[in-house]
C-alpha cells in the first residue's frame, strides 16, 4: 500500500528552529493481487439451515463410509493472502481422487445432468445464492469475517463476493451434492475449488465412500418415442405379421406413466389381425429382467370385451415376440409367450432366454398379434399397458381406440317410421 504526503516547512527566525508538518492527502492502493486460499473445510450434516445444521466430522478431518443418496455438505474457510482485492468471485466446487487437489479435478454437474458421475448437486436446507454468516462451528482465518455463498442444486459455481486484503478479510462458503451410484465403493476423493482468484488449498478435503448399491430399476412407459402402435400387412386392410415395424402403421400414441391420462391412437377394422406394440423404459438403476418362470410379465390390459370386442383371438401361443430398441443384452433368444389373462393380453418368457430391460437407458419393446372380433367397439378408452418385472410395476396412460366406419351416418338407437320411405 502507498501513501501520498503533502510537506509543511515553517522555520522560525527568532531561533532558528525548523518544524515540518506531514499532512497526509489520500491513500492510493497498491495495484497487487489476490491470493484466495483454502485455510480449513468441515463437513456438516444437512440437518437444519447454513446457520443450524451440525458439524459431521472435525475440520480437516476425512468423512468416510459415504453411500449413494447421502446429501454431503461441505463448509469451507477462505482466506486472501494477496495484496489486492479478491473481487466478484464465482467458484465452482471440483471432484476427483487425487489427493493434491490440483490435477484431474472436475466440476461436479448441476442437478439434472448427473450421467454416470460420482457426485452431483443436490437440494438441501442450504439456499442457493445466499449469504453465508460466521459459523461457530469452523475455524476463522486471521482479518475479519466477510459473507460468502450458499450453493445448491442448480448450480456448481457461487454467486459473486469479494474478499479484501486490506483490513485482512476472510469468507465462508458452503456447497450441497449428493453421491449417486456411479461413485466407486471404499475409495477416497477429493474436492477442490476453481475459479476467481483461488490460488492454493492448504487443505484438501477428503470423503470415502463406502458401500455403493445399485439402484433398483425405475421402468417406464413414457420412452420419448411411439411408445404404443397397432400394425397391419402390406397394406391397411391385410392381416398383420409377427416381425417389429412391420407393415403398415394404422395408429401411434405416446404414453406416460400416469393412468388417468388418455391418449389417442386410432380406428381399426372389425375381424382383421393386427399386431400391437409397444415400449418400455428403464430411466435409471440397474436392469431389469424377464426369465423363464419368474413370474414376471408385460400385460395390454382390457383388450377383450373392450376395444377388440367381445371375443378376439390369438391364433398362438407364439405370436408375440421382443425387440431390443435400446441395448443387446436380451439373451437366448427368449422365447415369448402370448395368452389372454382374463381381458387382458399377457406376454412372459417361456422354454429359454431372458429379456433384460437395460441398465439406466434400456428400452424394449414387446409385441403380440390378435384378430378383432366383429363387434369391435365404436371409441373404447380402457386400455392401456402394465408391467411387472423384479417386483417393480408400472401402469401406463390409457389408449383410445375404435372401429374404423365407412363414411355414412350412424344412428343409435330405436327408429320409429310413419309412412312411407322410398329408396333410390
Excluded at 447454513?50 to 463448509?75: F, H, K, P, S, Y
Excluded at 445432468?113 to 460420482?118: A, H, Q, V
Excluded at 461457530?136 to 450458499?150: D, E, L, T, Y
Aim: proline share 3%.
Amino acid at each position: 500500500m502507498t501513501f501520498n504526503y503533502k510537506f509543511l516547512f515553517y522555520i522560525s527566525t527568532a531561533v532558528f528552529i525548523v518544524a515540518i508538518f506531514i499532512i497526509p492527502l489520500h491513500v492510493v492502493r497498491a495495484s497487487g493481487t489476490p491470493i484466495l486460499d483454502v485455510e480449513v473445510y468441515r463437513w456438516r450434516n444437512n440437518n437444519g439451515t447454513e446457520v443450524t445444521a451440525t458439524g459431521a466430522q472435525l475440520e480437516n478431518t476425512q468423512i468416510t463410509n459415504r453411500v449413494n443418496g447421502d446429501i454431503m455438505r461441505l463448509r469451507l474457510t477462505l482466506d486472501n493472502d494477496g495484496d489486492a482485492i479478491a473481487r466478484n468471485q464465482k467458484l465452482t466446487i471440483n471432484q476427483g481422487t487425487n489427493s493434491n487437489c490440483s490435477t484431474g479435478q472436475l466440476a461436479i454437474p448441476e442437478a439434472g445432468s448427473c450421467g454416470s458421475w460420482p457426485f452431483c448437486m443436490v437440494d438441501s436446507q442450504l439456499v442457493d445464492g445466499v449469504d453465508t454468516t460466521d459459523w461457530g462451528g469452523i475455524s476463522n482465518a486471521p482479518g475479519v469475517f466477510v459473507v460468502g455463498k450458499q450453493v445448491e442444486n442448480a448450480s456448481n459455481i457461487t454467486a459473486n463476493f469479494d474478499v479484501d486484503d486490506n483490513p485482512d478479510q476472510f469468507s465462508e462458503i458452503e456447497y450441497s451434492f449428493e453421491v449417486t451410484v456411479n461413485a466407486v465403493s471404499d475409495t477416497n476423493y477429493y474436492f477442490s475449488l476453481t475459479g476467481g482468484d483461488i490460488v492454493d488449498h492448504d487443505v484438501c478435503p477428503s470423503l470415502q465412500t463406502g458401500t455403493i448399491t445399485a439402484a433398483e430399476a425405475d421402468l417406464s412407459w413414457d420412452t420419448g418415442l411411439a411408445d404404443f402402435e397397432i400394425w397391419a400387412g402390406a397394406t391397411a386392410t391385410t392381416d398383420a405379421v409377427n416381425t417389429w415395424d412391420d407393415g403398415t402403421l394404422i395408429c401411434s400414441a405416446s404414453l406416460t406413466d400416469d393412468n388417468n391420462r388418455v391418449s389417442t391412437c386410432g380406428s381399426i377394422n372389425k375381424n382383421q389381425k393386427y399386431r400391437v406394440q409397444a415400449v418400455l423404459a428403464n430411466v435409471n438403476g440397474t436392469a431389469a429382467t424377464i426369465a423363464v418362470g419368474d413370474g414376471d410379465f408385460v400385460d395390454h390390459v382390457n383388450v377383450a370385451t373392450f376395444w377388440a370386442g367381445t371375443s378376439p383371438t390369438i391364433s398362438a401361443v407364439t405370436d408375440c415376440g421382443f425387440e431390443e430398441v435400446s441395448g443387446t443384452d436380451d439373451t437366448g433368444p427368449p422365447t415369448c409367450n402370448v395368452a389372454f389373462s382374463g381381458n387382458n393380453v399377457r406376454i412372459t418368457v417361456v422354454t429359454s432366454g431372458t429379456v433384460v430391460v437395460g441398465a439406466a437407458t434400456g428400452k424394449e419393446g414387446f409385441m403380440y398379434l390378435i384378430t378383432t372380433d366383429s363387434n369391435v367397439s365404436l371409441s373404447d378408452s380402457s386400455s392401456y399397458m402394465n408391467t411387472s418385472i423384479d417386483s417393480i410395476t408400472e401402469d401406463s396412460s390409457r389408449v383410445t381406440i375404435g372401429l374404423k366406419r365407412i363414411p355414412g351416418n350412424y344412428i343409435r338407437g330405436e327408429i320409429r317410421i310413419r309412412g312411407k320411405i322410398k329408396f333410390r
